[in-house]
């Protein structure tokens, strides 16, 4: 069998599929290509920051760029590394109007502009362009305020898998982008767990609800197993969860005539699941946000970033919502144990439950082929539940052929 990244395939069609090897979340090869393929071109995110300049380090010991927040009107995101001889601007966040460097004194304008340097009369062709920081991509998620490293080519073009998102989740995405607009959205609690698996093997867990009935016994009360289903798109994965039956209707969202899933056959929605490629995960409660962020912090350990957001706190503690915490301990311990179990020689590769797996298959399909440095290309629109056509999406209820 092979297991090279570059000479690995994971079919399609998922149910002639096998998936991702053990190796894939233990090698040093895979690792690599992780590191230097696919977080290098992701988007990265952190909370919005507060302070006019805020330094950042995004993925800290693995990317090594050193990045700078400013927020000027509007949020830019600079290169925090002055371009006479690399030192870095900025240690703290700070409320100042530009740059100067701690080294020999360079100044930046807010804007990354090289302003002015001592000692620099009659250097040729100073400054150019060249000599101003260079600026990333500034894209905002609800709390979270995101850019990427590549200029050239991004791995993935989030603001459309925002945009499908928007469209599919319709009221809901709706308030929650009011809740963060009117600061309505309160934080609730932010957590920051550190697990021992490869974040790939976080993400392969997050992407199905097979595993609710038997790792989160309480949370499965709550949901309709049966209705659960994957949506596809191109840039992640949706997972809609559906109430069980008995449960009340403030642990459902009161959706618009307008919504996709409004009076959908299946019942009351209870929460939606959404993932970003690759480690930015979305749930929409009807109480609220949380947000994981999952981050590789070394080849089989990785950072899990944890905030939720309240804007009906009359709504909490009850349905699929209720107990995060919990639900969170129960998939961490899942995922660590599995990791150990990946490391064995006896596991290979394992196969995909077509009805129950397929948002698994998708995100290792585009895993691979980011890490072989493939373009990446996704099946165009298929129609979605519901009878709502939204174009760059494929529907993939429990137990349905697309
Ligand atoms: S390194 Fe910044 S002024 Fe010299
Ligand atoms: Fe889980």
């Known amino acids: ?26 090698d040093s090869a895979y690792w690599q290509r992780q590191l230097t393929r696919v977080w ?29 927040w400013v927020r000027d009107g509007e949020l830019t995101c600079l290169s925090n590394v002055c371009t006479h001889r690399g030192a870095l601007l900025v240690s703290r966040p700070c409320d100042v109007t530009s740059l100067r460097c ?4 360079r100044r930046f304008g807010l804007t990354g502009r090289c302003q002015h340097m001592p000692e620099f ?50 009221s809901v995405y709706r308030r929650m982008l009011a809740a963060f607009d009117s600061g309505g959205a309160q934080l609730l609690f932010a957590r920051r767990y550190e697990l021992r698996a490869n974040w790939a ?64 056959p299946s019942g009351r929605v209870a929460g939606y699941y959404a993932q970003l490629f690759p480690g930015l995960m979305l749930n929409f409660y009807p109480w609220g946000l949380s947000v994981n962020l999952v981050e590789p912090s070394g080849a089989e350990t990785s950072i899990v970033t944890y905030l939720v957001y309240v804007w009906d706190a009359s709504r909490l503690e009850i349905g699929a919502g209720a107990d995060l915490h919990r639900v969170e301990l129960e998939d961490e311990a899942i995922v660590e144990q599995v990791q150990r179990g990946v490391r064995s020689s006896a596991y290979v590769r394992g196969r995909y439950s077509p009805s129950r797996e397929q948002g698994v298959h998708h995100f290792q399909r585009w895993l691979l082929c980011a890490m072989q440095g ?9 129609a979605l539940g519901a009878g709502t056509a939204l174009g760059a999406g494929t529907a993939l209820g429990a137990g349905t052929a697309p």
Request: net charge negative; glycine share 10%; with cysteine.
């Open 1 to 26: 069998m092979k297991l090279h990244p570059d000479e690995l395939e994971i079919d399609p069609r998922i149910e002639h599929a096998a998936t991702l090897p053990g190796i894939a979340y233990t």
């Open 40 to 68: 290098p071109r992701a988007w990265l995110f952190c909370t919005a920051p507060e302070a006019r300049v805020t330094p950042w380090e995004p993925l800290p010991g693995l990317l090594h760029e050193p990045l700078v």
């Open 102 to 105: 701690p080294y020999h004194g």
């Open 121 to 170: 009369e009659g250097v040729v062709g100073f400054p150019a362009r060249s000599d101003d920081l260079r600026r990333y991509p500034v894209l905002s998620v609800g709390p979270l305020v995101g850019t990427c490293l590549d200029l050239d080519a991004p791995l993935v073009d989030l603001g459309a898998g925002l945009d499908w998102l928007q469209a599919r989740l319709g």
């Open 201 to 264: 093997l976080y993400c392969d867990n997050y992407l199905e609800g097979f595993h609710i009935p038997f790792v989160h016994p309480a949370l499965n009360q709550a949901l309709d197993f049966n209705g659960y289903r994957t949506e596809l798109f191109a840039q992640g994965s949706l997972q809609v969860g559906f109430a069980s039956p008995g449960e009340p209707d403030g642990a459902c969202f009161q959706l618009s005539a307008g919504d996709p899933d409004f009076e959908h």
């Open 374 to 382: 493939k373009p990446w290309a996704f099946g165009a629109g298929t």
